[in-house]
């Protein structure tokens, strides 16, 4: 049992990109750092730490910076290209006035670990004589992907029809992140991602979201040519995983309401080991009113009782006639769930997701087989490493226009739920990975390794500058 109530002998600062599914690995790690020793504070846009629901038990201390929407964003008035330069801007200014106040306090602040997302975070800490430690949100795969871009050894617009990036299998261009394969298609979170490498060299450590047996020949590549890279992960909480982190049961911070867990238990009690379909696209795709009837009528042909997630903002792009003719015990949706209880619960036996990172890592812990319907950014080429890498689900196909159709979901679930070879082979995968990723956080696994040696190196590198 590993404890918390050790002397703190660094502080450290934890900056995510302002998105729940940033936040979320980023807070969990905090939590095993602090478990390791280290005091850590995890830094929020005012505005998300005055609306997000907050565990208040939480071990790990909470700090603002602004990102010049205090009040709140209105997404119609605000492109996303003025709201990442607001974020730079008055998100600079105030880490760096944030920093001088804890130094003023007499705190022992040694360094910003910060969110891929938000290179201009390094040059803050080094202005304020801090280590920079980046924390990289996306997989390895990925982040490979872009660096060839960023630095102009992967020649945009693709050409061809196979891409090979070091590391990696050969790629089909759309399995690459779609700012790469659309190109123009969201120009801010294009340079979003690009700029993560703009200044990465600098960087005292490059922390990655994922473990080392589920990357290797990446993680190998990146390590040997790039910089010493060490694997974190999985971050979920512990209790989910290697269970050392005693009151570690949740992420503790939700930007949603979730329902009330004790109705979803009690829905999921009422089915057969296995036999449940769970569908989130997590908390920002924006799905087509036509691809909404497309999976409902999808999932009503496939038979099997389904548990939806559709957050308040789409629920009225649902078929609402077909819903309402499906019987309540076979369908059940919700706006937000706390989807680590749903996906730990027997009665599911299949993830159909949007592919967004934790998603897929938060499946492959609780040992879960997937339908991947990547919708854009990394998706995709999460959804490739799914189905022919870790081989944990199966990639629904979309059709001329772009949208996976009724019978699609419905082959695809029932080859996921089915008693078929490659159901029998997902499932097992499933479970073999669900165990390698419990042996990576656990005691002396690889992920453990690295994060001891974070702390160890980190703590030398702050006595000494
Ligand atoms: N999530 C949740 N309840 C839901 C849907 C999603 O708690 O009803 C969590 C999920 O467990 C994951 C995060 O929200 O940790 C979504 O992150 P992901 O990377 O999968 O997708 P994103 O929201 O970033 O697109």
């Known amino acids: 049992m590993e404890s918390s109530n050790k002397p703190h002998r660094a502080h450290v600062l934890v900056l995510p990109y302002p998105a729940q599914g940033h936040i979320n690995p980023m807070l969990q790690f905090s939590k095993r750092l602090v ?24 071990s790990i201390g909470l700090d603002t910076i602004s990102d010049g929407h205090d009040l709140g964003l209105s997404a119609q008035a605000e492109s996303s290209e003025a709201y990442q330069t607001s974020l730079r801007v008055v998100g600079s200014r105030t880490l760096a006035e944030l920093i001088r106040k804890l130094d003023r306090s007499g705190q022992a602040l040694y360094a910003v670990i910060y969110d891929g997302f938000l290179p201009w975070a390094l040059d803050v800490a080094k202005q304020c004589a801090k280590l920079g430690v980046v924390f990289f949100t996306q997989t390895c795969a990925v982040n490979d992907i872009y660096y060839h871009v960023q630095r102009g050894l992967l020649p945009l617009p693709l050409s061809g029809t196979s891409v090979e990036v070091p590391g990696l299998p050969p790629l089909e261009p759309s399995e690459t992140p779609s700012f790469v ?23 005292d450590f490059v922390l990655s979201d994922t473990f080392y047996e589920l990357e290797k020949e990446v993680v190998d590549w990146m390590s ?3 910089w010493p890279l060490k694997t974190v992960g999985p971050t979920l909480p512990s209790l989910y995983l290697d269970k050392r982190l ?9 930007l949603f309401t979730p329902t009330t867990t004790s109705n979803i238990s009690a829905w999921l009690h009422r089915h057969l080991p296995r036999s449940v379909v769970y569908v989130s696209f997590g908390s920002m795709a924006d799905l087509e009113p036509s691809q909404f009837s497309e999976l409902a009528h999808g999932l009503a042909l496939a ?39 749903v996906l730990a619960s027997n009665a599911i036996g299949c993830f159909v997701t949007h592919c967004g990172l ?19 950014t990394d998706q995709s080429t999460n959804a490739k490493f ?13 059709d ?14 029932r080859e996921v739920v089915g008693r078929g070879e490659r159901g029998k082979e997902m499932a097992e995968s499933a479970r073999r990975w669900m165990a390698a990723a419990k042996a990576a956080i656990g005691e002396g696994g690889s992920s453990d390794r690295n994060i001891n040696e974070f702390v160890k190196e980190l703590m030398s590198r702050a006595s000494i500058e």
């Open 246 to 254: 005693p009151h570690d049961t949740a992420y503790g911070i939700s």
């Open 224 to 226: 040997a040519n790039l």
């Open 181 to 203: 394969y659309k190109l123009g298609s969201y120009p801010a979170f294009y340079d979003m991602a690009m700029n993560q490498f703009e200044n990465v060299d600098d960087a």
């Open 358 to 376: 934790n998603s897929v890592i938060e499946a492959i812990c609780l040992g879960i087989p997937m339908v991947a319907m990547p919708q854009w």
């Open 303 to 341: 038979g099997c009782p389904f548990l939806w997630i559709v957050r308040s903002s789409e629920q009225h792009k649902l078929p609402r006639d077909l819903m309402d003719s499906i019987p309540c015990e076979e369908a059940l949706i919700l706006p937000w769930c706390n989807q680590l209880e």
């Open 35 to 58: 478990a390791k020793g280290l005091k850590a504070t995890l830094v929020l846009t005012v505005h998300l730490a005055g609306s997000m629901h907050a565990d208040p038990s939480s």
């Open 400 to 413: 001329e226009v772009g949208l996976v159709g009724r019978e699609e979901v419905e082959r695809r679930v």
């Open 386 to 398: 799914v189905e022919d890498v870790w081989r944990v689900g199966v990639r629904a196909r979309t």
